[in-house]
C-alpha cells in the first residue's frame, strides 16, 4: 500500500529508529501510528476512518491494518512475515534516549488490566507526569503463573539499550517488589527503588531490627538509613530504608533501593504514579485502548507497538509546545531544547502545575502539522527535575554510632 505524503517524516522516524522492520511491517506501522494520531483513537475503526478522509477506500483500510496485526498464517493471503515484538523493545529505548536531553532515567514496572480479559506488564519510562511504555508482555487476564520471569526477561531485553555510564533508577509497588526482580535490577548497574509493606523489618547499622513504620511517628516526617532489610535468608539485603509519611498519605512509603542515603531522594517514588496517567493515555483519555475488543495476546502486543510509537512523537511534539510556552515564543521557533536543570537544582520546585498535559498538547499539535502536510524536523525529551521533598517535611538520615 501507498502511504499518504504527510506520513513521510513519520516514516523516516520509524525507519531510523526501527531498522529491523521489513518494508511491509514498516508501512502498516506508520499508517496505524498516523491514523491514531488523526483520529485521536488507535481503535481499528477510527484508524481506518482517519486514513479514509482524504477519499480513501474504508474498507480496503481497514483490511491493511487490521492483518499488519495477523500471524502471517492468519491472514487472507498465507505469507511468512511474522513480527516480533519483543524485538521492537531495546530499539524503542534507544530512541527515546536518542531524544533525551538529561542525566538520568526513570524506569516504572505495572501491570494495566483491559476489563476482565487481558493483562499487559509494562515497563515505562516515566517522563513529564505521563510514561512511554518499551516493554511489555501481554497474558489473558486469568493465566496464573508469576509475572517475576517475564519481568526480569523485559528488563534484560532493554539492557543493551542503555549507556554503562547513565545512572537508572527501577521503580515499583509492593506487588511486584521481590528478590529476584532486585537481584537482576543490580545485575544490569541499575538501582531499585521499590515500595514494601510498611511491617517489613529493618535492622539500621548499629542499632537493633524493628517494623519499618516504627522509624516514623507521625506525618509530615521521613527517615532514611543503611542497614539490612528482612531476616530470612532468601530475602535479606544490606540495603538503604527510606520511610516517607507526607500529610495527605494515608501511610508512609516504605521503599528500599541500594543507593546510598546522600544520593536517593525521599519523594523520588512519587514519579512511579506517572506510569499511572501514562495508562490513563493509553486507555480513555488517550488512545482508547480499553475499547477494543482484541484479547488475543499476540496481536495485543502487536497493537501496543501502535501505542507505544505513537506516545513517544506524542510527548516530543508536546515537549517542544510546552517548552515554548513556558518561553512565552511560538513553538516553531524554538529549534532546540531550552537547557535542562539538574534533579536536585533549588528551582526544580518553581514549574506551575499543568492545566493541560503534554500528552493533550502534543496530540493538538501534531495532528494540526498533519493536517497541514509538514512536521517539525527537531523534537526532543526534556525530562522534568526529579521530586524534590517538601519544606515542612522533616527528614531525620541515620548515621551509625
Request: overall charge positive; hydrophobic content about 40%.
Amino acid at each position: 500500500m501507498r502511504l499518504p505524503r504527510e506520513t513521510y517524516q513519520i516514516q523516516k522516524s520509524i525507519e531510523t529508529h526501527l531498522p529491523h522492520l521489513s518494508q511491509p511491517q514498516l508501512t502498516g506501522l506508520v499508517l496505524w501510528v498516523y491514523g491514531a494520531i488523526l483520529a485521536g483513537s488507535a481503535c481499528q475503526n477510527a484508524v481506518a476512518s482517519a486514513l479514509s478522509t482524504g477519499g480513501g477506500n474504508w474498507n480496503r483500510f481497514r483490511q491493511y491494518i487490521r492483518q499488519w496485526l495477523y500471524d502471517g498464517s492468519d491472514r487472507a493471503r498465507p505469507c511468512q512475515t511474522q513480527l516480533d515484538v519483543s524485538l521492537c523493545f531495546a530499539p524503542l529505548l534507544k530512541w527515546v534516549l536518542a531524544w533525551w536531553h538529561s542525566g538520568p532515567l526513570a524506569l516504572a514496572i505495572d501491570p494495566t488490566l483491559k476489563g476482565d480479559r487481558t493483562t499487559a506488564i509494562v515497563i515505562s519510562v516515566v517522563y513529564r507526569s505521563c510514561a512511554i511504555p518499551v516493554a511489555w508482555r501481554i497474558h489473558p487476564a486469568t493465566q496464573k503463573g508469576s509475572w517475576m520471569d517475564p519481568i526480569v526477561e523485559l528488563l534484560q531485553a532493554l539492557a543493551p539499550a542503555v549507556p554503562e555510564e547513565m545512572t537508572v533508577i527501577v521503580l515499583c509497588d509492593r506487588g511486584i517488589a521481590s528478590p529476584k526482580l532486585w537481584k537482576q535490577i543490580c545485575a544490569q548497574g541499575w538501582h531499585p527503588c521499590m515500595r514494601y509493606a510498611k511491617s517489613i523489618t529493618f535492622c539500621a547499622d548499629g542499632g537493633k531490627r524493628l517494623p519499618a513504620r516504627a522509624f516514623v511517628s507521625r506525618p509530615d516526617t521521613a527517615w532514611i538509613g543503611q542497614g539490612t532489610a528482612f531476616s530470612t535468608p532468601k530475602a535479606k539485603r544490606q540495603c538503604t530504608l527510606l520511610v516517607v509519611w507526607y500529610v495527605e498519605q494515608e501511610e508512609p512509603w516504605v521503599i528500599l533501593t541500594d543507593l546510598a542515603p546522600d544520593k536517593v531522594g525521599p519523594s523520588w517514588y512519587a514519579l512511579r504514579f506517572w506510569i499511572e496517567l501514562g495508562f490513563k493515555a493509553l486507555k480513555s483519555l488517550g488512545w482508547k485502548w480499553d475499547k477494543t475488543r482484541r484479547t488475543d495476546p499476540t496481536r495485543v502486543s502487536r497493537h501496543w507497538l501502535v501505542l507505544s510509537v505513537a506516545t513517544l512523537l506524542v510527548l516530543a511534539y508536546g515537549t517542544r509546545v510546552e517548552d515554548a510556552q513556558e518561553r512565552g515564543i511560538a513553538p516553531g521557533n524554538l529549534r532546540k531544547p531550552p537547557k535542562a536543570l539538574a534533579p536536585n537544582h533549588r528551582h526544580s520546585r518553581s514549574r506551575p502545575a499543568r492545566t493541560v498535559s503534554v500528552f493533550r498538547k502534543g496530540v493538538n499539535c501534531l495532528r494540526r502539522l498533519m493536517l497541514r502536510g509538514r512536521l517539525w524536523t527537531k523534537v526532543w525529551l526534556l525530562p522534568e527535575p526529579w521530586p524534590e521533598p517538601k519544606p515542612e517535611l522533616e527528614i531525620t538520615c541515620h548515621v551509625p554510632p
